[in-house]
């Protein structure tokens, strides 16, 4: 039994230094990130302009 630990635990080892195994980890964590940010640039375009910019037409309309 102890035979069979000291395996598994050397192929866990050798998988986790993979390139594979650490896509397998961050992929979930990346594409959910690339979702937020599309959807919150699609919901929200107008908060990356810079504000000014955004509120000089309804400055002007309403100069007598």
Same mark, same amino acid.
């Given at each position: 039994m102890?035979? /069979?630990?000291i +395996?598994m635990k050397e192929?866990y080892l %050798?998988? +986790?230094? #993979?390139? #594979?195994? *650490?896509? /397998?980890v961050?992929s !979930?964590?990346?594409f $959910?990130? @690339?979702? @937020?940010?599309?959807?919150? *640039? *699609?919901?929200? &375009?107008?908060? $990356? $302009?810079? %504000?000014s910019? #955004?509120? %000089? &037409?309804?400055? %002007?309309?309403?100069? !007598?």
């Open positions: 102890k035979q /069979m630990s +395996v192929t %050798r998988h +986790v230094k #993979s390139w #594979s195994f *650490l896509f /397998m961050l !979930p964590f990346i $959910l990130g @690339v979702s @937020v940010g599309g959807v919150f *640039l *699609l919901v929200c &375009p107008n908060l $990356l $302009l810079n %504000r910019q #955004s509120f %000089r &037409p309804v400055l %002007r309309l309403n100069k !007598p």
